[in-house]
């Protein structure tokens, strides 16, 4: 099972760009489809960004498309969320996620980080 670590959240205006980065122990963590799950202040955690085990494939809600990129670097063990053009409404904890199953939903999930805050500020 693999242990997640993320960073890279922090305060931001609206239309700025933040970086998120999840580091990930375990000698298999290119087997793993990984995901970044966001819980926006009183709603439910909510699926975001997914990138395959190869990387090769990506998937992401409808309204983060063209402003967020999912990447991964897996012999750094390493999946990144490039965020851009923030908005207020992207305000809340993201959490990395990591399942050995192609598909992803939270009964899924195997390994969650601990979750890093974006507050967007408008």
């Known amino acids: 099972q693999l242990q997640l670590t993320e960073s890279g959240g922090g305060l931001v205006q609206a239309g700025g760009s933040l970086r998120l980065i999840c580091t990930a122990s375990?000698?298999?963590?290119?087997?793993?489809?990984m995901g970044w799950f966001r819980r926006a202040p009183g709603k439910d955690r909510k699926l975001v960004a997914v990138?395959?085990?190869?990387?090769?494939?990506?998937y992401y809600e409808d309204s983060v498309k063209g402003r967020f990129a999912i990447s991964r670097d897996n012999a750094k063990n390493t999946v990144f969320l490039q965020m851009n053009s923030l908005k207020s409404e992207d305000t809340g904890v993201y959490y990395c996620?990591?399942?050995?199953?192609?598909?992803?939903?939270?009964?899924?999930?195997?390994?969650w980080g601990q979750g890093t805050q974006v507050t967007v500020s408008s």
């Open positions: 996620a990591a399942t050995p199953s192609r598909e992803i939903t939270e009964a899924m999930i195997e390994s």
């Open positions: 375990g000698h298999t963590f290119g087997t793993y489809t």
């Open positions: 990138i395959s085990a190869s990387g090769g494939a990506t």
